[in-house]
């Protein structure tokens, strides 16, 4: 098996794993089905990408290719609570009785993906929530898993540029043997290329850059495929609650002792956290840390 090949099985194989967890909640907590989506940057724009869903069409909600709708957005730029293990509720995209229980899953400061739960009937009761809460680490090692192996598989096939002459042929392609793309794939991108013009296409958490090109045969589009990014978290949202509540002593001026007092813990353990604030946020100084965080210079 060629390298390329092997890292697209190992990447199938991390998608059915992360299909096994979504089956086994949403059976534990009487959910219709559950979707998953990573989520992508294209010109500072968010997108959908790599959908799986079980159990459940999820309809209106992640589309691959399609753009993130304004409200999560929002809340993936600004997080509206601590922590997210935390499942929130929210109705859903198509109204209805139905409830979907949601929350983001990152991988350090990069966010993972987006994984949604939808009710049979009703609304999902506090003590469903609280059961997807406390597996959500669970949840959250296999999808970090599966984007693993999703980005090893795509940095593998990185630099592939395609010709076409009209939507459905391609006129020319670099050799990529055992690469991600199928043929559907393929007619996909010239639709994308030939509906867009110029713009940027995303497709499986592919950025494609369109150029329109003219040569003997006629007009046709040049296409340099890449890796669409991820997003970062926000700085103060890459850190544990623990971690967070040290941050914001250590920004205010407070000693290690103040902190140990304040957060009945050992000073000891302040500075272990502490200094893991500092290697997560790329840190050496208090000052620097004020400035990451947003708080300006210290007094």
């Given at each position: 098996m060629s390298p390329r090949n092997d890292l697209r099985e190992r990447a199938h194989q991390a998608r059915e794993e992360l299909c096994q967890e979504l089956q086994r909640l949403s059976e534990r907590v009487g959910?219709?089905?559950?979707?998953?989506?990573?989520?992508?940057?294209?010109?500072?724009?968010?997108?959908?990408?790599?959908?799986?869903?079980?159990?459940?069409?999820?309809?209106?909600?992640?589309?691959?290719?399609a753009a993130v709708d304004e409200a999560l957005v929002e809340e993936i730029w600004r997080p509206v609570d601590e922590s997210f293990r935390c499942f929130r509720r929210a109705p859903l995209a198509r109204g209805g009785s139905g409830d979907v229980a949601r929350t983001l899953i990152y991988n350090e400061d990069r966010l993972v993906g987006w994984v949604g739960f939808e009710k049979r009937s009703g609304a999902f009761s506090p003590s469903e929530?609280?059961?997807?809460?406390?597996?959500?680490?669970?949840?959250?090692?296999?999808?970090?898993?599966?984007?693993?192996?999703?980005?090893?598989?795509?940095?593998?096939?990185?630099?592939?540029?395609?010709?076409?002459?009209?939507?459905?042929?391609?006129?020319?392609?670099?050799?990529?043997?055992?690469?991600?793309?199928d043929e559907a794939d393929l007619v996909r991108f010239g639709e994308l290329c030939f509906e867009s013009g110029e713009a940027v296409g995303m497709l499986k958490g592919w950025l494609l850059r369109v150029q329109r090109v003219e040569?003997?045969?006629?007009?046709?589009?040049?296409?340099?495929?890449?890796?669409?990014?991820?997003?970062?978290?926000?700085?103060?949202?890459?850190?544990?609650?623990?971690?967070?509540?040290?941050?914001?002593?250590?920004?205010?001026?407070a000693t290690v002792n103040e902190i140990a007092r304040a957060m009945g813990r050992s000073p000891h353990t302040v500075k272990t956290h502490l200094k893991s604030v500092y290697e997560r946020l790329g840190v050496a100084s208090r000052l620097e840390l004020a400035a990451r965080l947003g708080g300006g210079e210290l007094a």
């Amino acid at each position: 098996m060629s390298p390329r090949n092997d890292l697209r099985e190992r990447a199938h194989q991390a998608r059915e794993e992360l299909c096994q967890e979504l089956q086994r909640l949403s059976e534990r907590v009487g959910a219709r089905g559950a979707s998953f989506a990573e989520v992508r940057l294209a010109e500072e724009r968010m997108y959908w990408a790599r959908p799986v869903r079980r159990g459940t069409s999820m309809e209106g909600l992640p589309e691959d290719g399609a753009a993130v709708d304004e409200a999560l957005v929002e809340e993936i730029w600004r997080p509206v609570d601590e922590s997210f293990r935390c499942f929130r509720r929210a109705p859903l995209a198509r109204g209805g009785s139905g409830d979907v229980a949601r929350t983001l899953i990152y991988n350090e400061d990069r966010l993972v993906g987006w994984v949604g739960f939808e009710k049979r009937s009703g609304a999902f009761s506090p003590s469903e929530l609280d059961a997807l809460s406390q597996e959500s680490e669970r949840l959250g090692d296999v999808a970090r898993s599966y984007g693993r192996a999703t980005d090893a598989m795509m940095k593998a096939c990185v630099g592939l540029s395609l010709v076409f002459a009209s939507k459905e042929s391609v006129a020319y392609r670099t050799e990529l043997q055992g690469g991600c793309f199928d043929e559907a794939d393929l007619v996909r991108f010239g639709e994308l290329c030939f509906e867009s013009g110029e713009a940027v296409g995303m497709l499986k958490g592919w950025l494609l850059r369109v150029q329109r090109v003219e040569g003997d045969a006629g007009v046709g589009r040049l296409v340099h495929v890449e890796i669409a990014p991820r997003a970062e978290r926000a700085p103060d949202f890459a850190l544990t609650e623990m971690q967070r509540r040290v941050a914001e002593y250590a920004r205010s001026g407070a000693t290690v002792n103040e902190i140990a007092r304040a957060m009945g813990r050992s000073p000891h353990t302040v500075k272990t956290h502490l200094k893991s604030v500092y290697e997560r946020l790329g840190v050496a100084s208090r000052l620097e840390l004020a400035a990451r965080l947003g708080g300006g210079e210290l007094a």
